[in-house]
């Protein structure tokens, strides 16, 4: 029987919408004139190379005050009869080769630098405490800001035990100064004492016995303790006998050039340079 015209409509959707189904679907054709990008391999962006600046160390701290007896004013072996005199002139200890040292490590700093050396040779350190008291007392008062001292530097307790005082009463001794700079909020750095030998003059020991038993005493008392660093100058001399002069007991300028070497490598390492990233 013949089909309607519209029953023929309907069934020509069917057959197309069939074929439509069974066919997957493609991507589109590009329309005519269209641009199609393809992969293009990009070379990086030129970069140059970063400029650094060779900019000289600035150490945190310039002004220093050295404090003990005539080791700290830089007497020599032939010195040996100074005793209770200021720092005789003309020597030259490890105040001034250590302020010789940072002014070179630290050109752009050069004019700040300033080393006050308050030495007394044959001071015991149990009676620098007055001493070093009066000392910081006139030193901070200062009204010049720049004049007062950041760090003290300690080094006595030789003459104490020479006179027969034990190895931890003279280490007591000498932690009682630094204690006394931190009661000025200074930084303290408190060397060890080299080892002594007996007199080849006079034939005394130089309390070269006590030694190692003082710096032993003098590290358990001022360990972990807030702004104060030991200095090993005991490790630094080992055994080197050269760096003692013949009185078994002062250094020789090698020794207080090695002296001087191990508080400038303490003060670098306690007050890092500003700017860095430390």
């Given at each position: ?56 160390p600035v150490l945190g701290a310039t002004r220093f005050v050295a404090f003990g007896d005539s080791i700290t004013c830089g007497v020599e072996s032939l010195f ?199």
């Amino acid at each position: 029987m013949p089909c309607s015209s519209a029953a023929r409509t309907t069934v020509i959707a069917a057959l197309v919408l069939a074929g439509a189904c069974s066919q997957s679907p493609t991507s589109p054709t590009p329309a005519t004139g269209s641009v199609v990008v393809g992969s293009v391999a990009q070379e990086p962006a030129s970069v140059p190379d970063a400029i650094v600046p060779n900019v000289p160390p600035v150490l945190g701290a310039t002004r220093f005050v050295a404090f003990g007896d005539s080791i700290t004013c830089g007497v020599e072996s032939l010195f040996d009869s100074l005793v209770s005199l200021p720092c005789p002139n003309g020597t030259f200890g490890y105040p001034e080769r250590l302020r010789s040292m940072l002014r070179a490590y630290a050109p752009a700093q050069d004019l700040q630098f300033s080393m006050t050396k308050r030495g007394y040779p044959g001071e015991w350190a149990r009676d620098g405490e007055t001493r070093l008291r009066t000392e910081l007392a006139e030193l901070m008062s200062n009204p010049t800001l720049a004049a007062r001292p950041q760090a003290l530097l300690l080094i006595e307790g030789i003459n104490d035990m020479n006179n027969g005082t034990s190895a931890p009463r003279a280490a007591a001794s000498l932690a009682q100064l630094a204690q006394i700079g931190r009661l000025y909020n200074l930084t303290v750095l408190v060397g060890t004492l080299p080892q002594t030998y007996p007199n080849t003059m006079s034939g005394g020991s130089n309390a070269a016995e006590k030694i190692e038993e003082f710096n032993g005493e003098l590290v358990r008392l001022l360990s972990g303790v807030q702004n104060v660093h030991i200095v090993d100058l005991y490790r630094a001399f080992g055994a080197n006998r050269a760096l003692i002069g013949g009185d078994g007991l002062h250094p020789t300028p090698a020794g207080y050039d090695v002296i001087a070497q191990q508080f400038h490598a303490a003060i670098v390492r306690v007050f890092p340079v500003r700017g860095s990233l430390q």
